[in-house]
């Protein structure tokens, strides 16, 4: 046990501290130099630690032997299954990313079909970014609609057929390793706290702004989850206007379910030259036109716009007066930072609110769902590594 | 620091554990005997431990001392400020009930002669369970509206001219001891889970149904507050159907924020019989009145009750899709356990909520709120007497 405790330090501070000699490390951790030279053997063993290139010599004697924490001995995989692409993101043991990938999904494929598709996209990411599957240590994927503590979707209303498939079973097929599956929103906000606008904030609600708008809470610094995984989900209640959000940006108006979905169908007929793609995927192309034209001042379009945020509002301000968050963060496939949406949802909410909260847009573009699958991939990846009660897993390509 | 460390593990094995011997208590501290003793002596001096009577000798030999908590070396206060009454309750360090007291409030007096007629209730309070005022080790006080962690009142639809009082400050005035103040809905919250429906449950949103109608959450088994005091009012978006809930329950409609003032001052005009406790205390007294005759199977009462409730679902839905708790309590002065209300509540917010979360009722009546700041007072002292880093008050009147 105390062999497992000084393991787990050593590692650590070899990890976060980075490069350094053995007495560096056995200061820092404080254990005593020979102590420390047998877990770091051990480190070496497993493959999580090696000794650095030497230095160029300062002439004075043979430098001290440095060491580093391997952090190409695994890799976390961060998917995200969004309702009409899937975006790939690969990551070494100390966060950076090393590769990526995306490609376009069905919307109105059976789920067997896309999860063809997310595991083709999967090969060529890993193919891409020259990452062995044996070398990945976790898989974490984020979907729209709840999500069990099981990994099962429970409920999902912006992908058909996507509800009750048991996602982290179904994609823990192609690895060996442990999947997880997480709202979206809830990656979006792990993100935001990861590499985002929420790096310093404690109590977080995270907008996910796409075909509806779902958001993801942190407290204490944590995922809020709740009891089933449903945390975030008062976008169920059709008057917090946060149902179909996307639809209402492209009819321009403040629609209920029917209209939007007539909406849709329609230009889903009307783009018939693009049938692999169809409905939504049209839609949200044509989602990012309005946002374009309202961007470049059109007043139809940005009347549209403030429309859309107006309705938003409600939504978003029922989050805040629920939990008092410290920020907001505004991000989602219908967000840029910095522009209309972003403004007038700020200028809207604070109103409606108590505090004075926050309001910030993300900074991390469409990346936020892979970003925080990739974080969740990780801290199931740290907990196996730095678990006290049996050895931890050697990577099997160490 | 040792010595301290010691001290602090020992009250509270006999606080926690009762009545003991040196030897059983040495047992279970994991002290030995001489140290045990030491502590013991030093925690007798300071009045919060003393010799039990002798119990009956079995007539082999003198039986072995025994040594008990002094639960009547300090009392916590806890005062219920609502809008037309304030209700007290006094308890000892174990957290058992010595006494209580209650009085009207004129809701439309200047703030002075509310807090003088609360001060006049303590007075009161305090004479009739024979608890001298030094022997207060805390006080907490629950209010409606949202309560800066400074005390102040910052925010208060429901007392005119409350908001703005720093109330901590000016109770403070009136006791030598800490006073802390904190949202009424938060407090009940707090009293569920001491003696409440939640005792078993960590995740809660506490529902506290009166003139408006709040809400408080406790996540992880923890108060959630806020970054500002100002969690669980999503009540402030009016569409959510928590405003006015006593009003709505008079005037038997989906009456806006106008129409209740309107209906509450016909009201109050009708009965200048009773000018002190005028305007919402006549009201109070007829929404009693509604829910009796719906008990009763009044039907036009019940029907009241009934769109009452199907106007609540939607705000405790908000909440309840904002965090997705495992139960909800709904509780406060509109609820009585078993009664009208609650089953319609219970039958309308279930179908809002995505998750199949526990609805039960309150069992604690109106003693929720001032139970709760009973118990927060017990935290502050708590804190005191286990806080490592000082040597602990000693009770003034030990």
Not at 243 to 261: C, N, S
Not at 336 to 349: F, N
Request: proline share 5%; glycine share 12%; net charge negative.
């Amino acid at each position: 046990m105390l062999r497992r405790l000084n393991s787990a330090a050593t590692l650590r501070a070899l990890r976060d501290g980075g490069e350094s000699t053995l007495t560096e490390l056995a200061g820092r951790v404080g254990l005593s130099r020979p102590t420390t030279e047998g877990v770091l053997a051990e480190l070496i063993d497993r493959g999580l630690a090696a000794e650095s290139a030497p230095r160029p010599g300062t002439g004075l004697g043979r430098p001290a032997r440095r060491y580093r924490f391997r952090a190409e001995a695994g890799h976390a995989l961060g998917i995200d299954i969004d309702a009409h692409r899937v975006g790939l993101i690969v990551a070494d043991l100390a966060g950076d990313v090393v590769g990526g990938h995306r490609a376009g999904l069905d919307v109105q494929g059976p789920p067997g079909e896309r999860l063809a598709a997310v595991r083709a996209a999967v090969k060529k990411c890993l193919a891409v970014a020259d990452v062995d599957r044996r070398s990945l240590l976790a898989v974490a994927a984020g979907t729209p609609g709840v999500v069990a503590p099981d990994g099962t979707v429970t409920s999902c209303t912006v992908v058909p057929g996507w509800e009750g498939v048991r996602l982290a079973r179904e994609l823990g097929r192609s690895f060996s390793c442990p999947v997880l599956v997480e709202n979206d929103a809830n990656l979006a906000a792990v993100a935001e706290r990861w590499r985002g606008a929420a790096r310093d904030a404690d109590d977080v609600v995270c907008v996910h702004a796409g075909l509806h708008t779902g958001m993801g809470a942190l407290i204490g610094g944590r995922l809020h989850r709740g009891r089933w995984g449903a945390a975030g989900e008062v976008g169920m209640l059709p008057e917090l206007g946060l149902r179909d959000t996307t639809a209402a940006l492209i009819t321009g108006m403040d629609a209920g379910p029917e209209a939007a979905a007539a909406a849709l169908a329609a230009f889903a007929s009307a783009e018939v030259d693009s049938p692999g793609s169809a409905l939504r995927g049209a839609g949200v192309d044509h989602a990012d036109r309005v946002l374009d034209a309202a961007g470049w001042g059109a007043a139809e379009a940005k009347e549209v716009v403030e429309r859309l945020a107006s309705r938003m509002a409600r939504g978003v301000a029922a989050m805040a007066l629920a939990l008092d968050p410290e920020m907001i963060v505004v991000g989602g496939p219908l967000v840029r930072a910095g522009d209309l949406l972003v403004s007038e949802l700020r200028r809207r909410i604070a109103p409606l609110c108590l505090s004075p909260v926050r309001i910030e847009a993300s900074e991390l573009a469409d990346e936020a769902v892979g970003l925080g699958a990739v974080r969740l991939a990780l801290d199931r990846i740290d907990e196996d590594l730095f678990r006290l009660d049996r050895r931890p897993p050697t990577p099997s390509d160490a």
